[in-house]
């Protein structure tokens, strides 16, 4: 799983008020892998609703998201998008 699976990650999670800003993935064995996503945003949904868009990659055996709220405008966004 290379760059261009955790850029669809990504992808397929951030978008509007909704910014990843932790994400690991790891192989737990041949052809599958792990990943954990923590996001933080100001519309939260439950896991299920993240882990669902993620269902396309069938490789993606084990998810783990963690949504965290925040209300307004998080202070260091600009540092978190620049960073990610």
Excluded at 23 to 48: K, Y
Excluded at 49 to 70: A, M, N, Q, W
């Amino acid at each position: 799983m290379g760059a261009t699976v955790v850029q669809e990650i990504r992808g397929l999670i951030e978008g509007g008020e909704t910014l990843i800003v932790d994400l690991h993935v790891w192989r737990v064995g041949p052809g599958q892998f792990a990943c954990i996503v923590g996001l933080v945003t100001a519309a939260p949904a439950p896991p299920e609703h993240y882990k669902e868009r993620l269902r396309v990659h069938e490789e993606l055996v084990h998810v783990t998201i963690e949504v965290h709220h925040c209300q307004g405008e998080h202070p260091h966004t600009e540092e978190l998008v620049a960073y990610g």
